[in-house]
Every structure is written in C-alpha cells, then in structure tokens.
Antibody, heavy 115, light 110 residues
C-alpha cells in the first residue's frame, strides 16, 4: 500500500522555525511530483510548494523566501523547512503526491504559530 | 495568485443532482486540462474525486463527474446520497507552475 506520514508539527513562536517531514512508503519520492498543502483552522485548502522529479521547486507567494522544500531519496522522505514563521502560517500541513491530481495524501501535521 | 471561485454552498435532496462550479482564468483553469476535485469530510484529509478535468480515480463512484468549458470547470454529483455531504474543493495547475485551489463549497444533503 502507498502511504504518506507527516511529522514535525508543533507550537512555535512567531519568527521561529520548524521542519516538517513526510515519510513515503510504496512510492519513490524522487520519481514523483511531491507537494505540501496546508489548511488553516476552519479555512480552505492552500497549496504551498512542489518539488518535481527533476528537482525543480516552486512556492506559493505567501511562503516564498521563507519556506524550502527538499527531499532525501535514501530516506524516502520529503521535507518542508519553515523559517520566519507567522501567525497566519498556523494550519494543518499535508504532503501529497501529484499525478495529474493529488491522488495520495498524508494524515497531516498541525503547526501552531503563537506567542 | 487569487483562489479559484466556487459557490460557498450548494444543497440538494437525496436522489437529486447538483453541480458545483469553479471559475478561474485562461492562466489556470482555461489554459490546462489539469483541474481536480476533492471531497473532504470534517477532520479528514481530502480525497481526490476527479482529476484531469473528467477522470475518476479507481474506487470513486460514477455518480461523480467533471467537465470544463472555457475558464469554468464543474463537478456534478448525481443520485445524491447522505454520505456525499462534505466540503468540495477544485484545483488547477497554473502558468506559473503552481497550483491554485478554490475556496471550497459546502454540500448539504437535505
């Protein structure tokens, strides 16, 4: 079975940093378009970032320059390094595999930015 | 990057059909056949219902169908059932190599 499991969420102060991880089983992270999508409490889905199989990366304007997506093929893991966190970054963060649509999602990890 | 436009809510009675629209621009919905639809129940991760405008993933009921005309995509749910009550989101690939989601539509089965 293909599965994605996120971790690394928690409570952080504004201006702080956090690194999220997404461990993949049943699929090769480096061969897929892997994304991060977030959902603020009571709000809709917001796409955050993608890393293509060729290594190219793209970001939403709201996180550009603050967040970095990366992967470790040997660990089958996708990462999201989040710096200069803001209150408005508070959300559940999902990783998702894109194959013409986000076919596979993790269960999400909650990030709370608050003083 | 403005979100795609969806109605905030739609409703229908069991057995009826409803359609949810998703309006974008020529730089996203109108320019690519990479429109997807997701169903999300409270507290759950989203589930892909339609991809590439009109394709259904394995296991998704054929009561769900998708289409596109110009800059507007649509999701139709026929033969409404109680378990269809959920939030629905559209998404589209964009000319900036990013992805845009719609604001979401709450489907109520009366």
């Amino acid at each position: 079975d293909v599965q994605l499991v996120e971790s690394g969420g928690g409570l952080v102060q504004p201006g702080g940093s956090l690194r999220l991880s997404c461990v993949a089983s049943g699929l090769t992270v480096s061969s897929n378009y892997m994304n991060w999508v977030r959902q603020a409490p009571g709000k809709g889905l917001e796409w955050v970032s993608v890393i293509y199989s060729d290594g190219n990366t793209y970001y939403a304007d709201s996180v550009k320059g603050r967040f970095t997506i990366s992967r470790d093929n040997s660990k089958s893991t996708l990462y999201l390094q989040m710096n200069s966190l803001r209150v408005e970054d508070t959300a559940v963060y999902y990783c998702a595999r894109d194959h013409g649509g986000f076919h596979i999602w993790g269960q999400g990890t909650m990030v709370t930015v608050s003083s | 990057q403005s979100a795609l436009t969806q109605p905030a809510s739609v409703s229908g009675s069991p057995g009826q059909s409803i359609t949810i629209s998703c309006t974008g621009t020529s730089s996203d919905v109108g320019g690519y056949n990479y429109v997807s639809w997701y169903q999300q129940h409270p507290g759950k991760a989203p589930k892909l219902m339609i991809y590439e405008v009109s394709n259904r993933p394995s296991g998704v009921s054929n009561r769900f169908s998708g289409s596109k005309s110009g800059n507007t995509a649509s999701l139709t749910v026929s033969g409404l059932q109680a378990e269809d009550e959920a939030d629905y989101y559209c998404s589209s690939y964009t000319s900036s190599s990013t992805v845009l989601f719609g604001g979401g539509t709450k489907l109520t089965v009366l």
